[in-house]
């Protein structure tokens, strides 16, 4: 009698419910939708946990800000105060950063029943996925910025998740065409939904330069005053940069600015005549391919006040110098090159970054390359395998999966299709340990770049990453055993109510069941 009153506690019910359980009685109501699906998650039939006027977040210490976040996504909506407290009463939402070391550092356990809420995790970014999670077990109008009317009902389910690599990468050409502080931290919300944890901005190319450098000022003013349709351009202060690293920290996004080199480098060129190996300043937007001047020693103490500032505004672990597409710079000289940016970034306390062409230089073992290959390429896959040989980390961004500006298909109004259309299921149909043979072991994640080469708009960079964004974070986040395209396409058609609430401009493909 004593162990059944017990039981009746939320944690209880959470021990109880961990262990691997079948749940398949013929009444039960059909399987909650969340994306990315959590690696173990159990619907409590009976159980629903309702938001009421008077609910509070209990979430003290480091727990708060958390709790704060969780009230700010609520209380426009709700109208309710949920006010973020350091004790509460059964029927509150409770953040408790006690959950088992186990749990990892973005790991945590989520339980709702109709006694409350509980969320555990080890780190705030555990907390902050189990919020992820939770968001996506109430109503899609919870998501307005306006009030509206409940019930305000959660699904009863115990979920124990993390994540299966470390690296959930988004990327964001602001070269190509610029795009301002406000429309990166809207990406930045729509990203971390999905529990992405990385942004790779890739801040110059040959269109333009998108960041302020103290001691080159003409970099951002001229080489940043058009973009690759030939209009405005536009670039980030400092000061700009320094909140873009803020916002993102509020989501656990690690951002990984990205210089690309020693092509693409058009805009630089541009902007300094002494960039370039005769002298002479090329026109902004100059047509082909273009290349530093690898013996001069100013590249090299330009790249080195570059890559200082970057590395000092930015405290994630990684610069990224680009290294793809060196179509004008000769063999011999791109490896030189590779060598000596390789020193300059780890002189000012980073790792380096770059496609995976960076290869062909001598890398130390601390270097992460992104593979863009596409499937069966000998030549990329080769140089992965020099990478796993090395210990180098691998990203895989391969092009005919993950690339946000390939065309869904013949009809999709913009976009490339230079690596085939990718249709959603195309870019979710895919295993990062099988995709390159050989590699498993050194693989860290996945990355979803979206190159704007040939669109300017925001509506566009929204419709060409949602649906497809969500399957690569999926791809990132959950375990290879929950992988089914047949089940995900329905938790996928769930979405659309909550991006229509949020105004996402998202192409409803005919492969999703939308659900709304
Ligand atoms: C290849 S991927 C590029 C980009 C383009 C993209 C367009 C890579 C490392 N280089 O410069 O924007 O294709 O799809």
Known sequence: MVRKLLCLTVSCLAVALFAPVAVAAPDTPPPVRVVPQPSSIVTLPGQAFTLRPTTRIVASGGAADTGQYLAGLLRPSTGYRLPVTNTGLPGDIRLDLGGPSSLGDEGYRLTVTAVGVEIAAHTTAGLFYAVQTFRQLLPAKAEARTVQSGPWTARGVAVRDTPRYAWRGAMLDVARHFFPVAQVENYLDLISLYKINTLHLHLSDNDGWRIDINGWPRLARYGGSTDAT????????????????????????????????????????????????????????????????????????????????????????????????????????YKYFIDRVQQIVLSHGKKLLGWHQIEAGDLTGTATAQYWGTAGSADDEALARVAQQRGNKLVLSPADKTYLDMKYDASTPIGQDWAGYTSVSDGYDWDPATFVPGVADDVTGVEAPLWTDVFPTWHDVEYMTFPRLPGIAEIGWSPASTHSWADYRVRLGAQAQRWDVLGVSYYRSPEVPWAG
């Open 230 to 333: 030939r209009g405005p351009g536009g670039f980030y202060t400092q000061d700009d940069y320094r909140e873009i690293v803020r916002y993102a920290a509020s989501r656990h996004v690690t951002i990984i600015p990205e210089i690309d080199t020693p092509g693409h480098v058009t805009a630089a060129q541009a902007s300094y005549a002494e960039l370039n190996c005769d002298g002479v300043a090329p026109p902004l937007l100059n047509p082909g391919w273009s290349s530093l001047c690898v013996p001069l020693e100013v590249t090299y103490k330009w790249l080195d006040d570059v890559i200082g500032q970057l590395a000092a505004l930015t405290p994630g672990d990684y610069i990224d110098i680009g290294g793809d597409e060196a179509v004008n710079t000769s063999p011999a000289d």
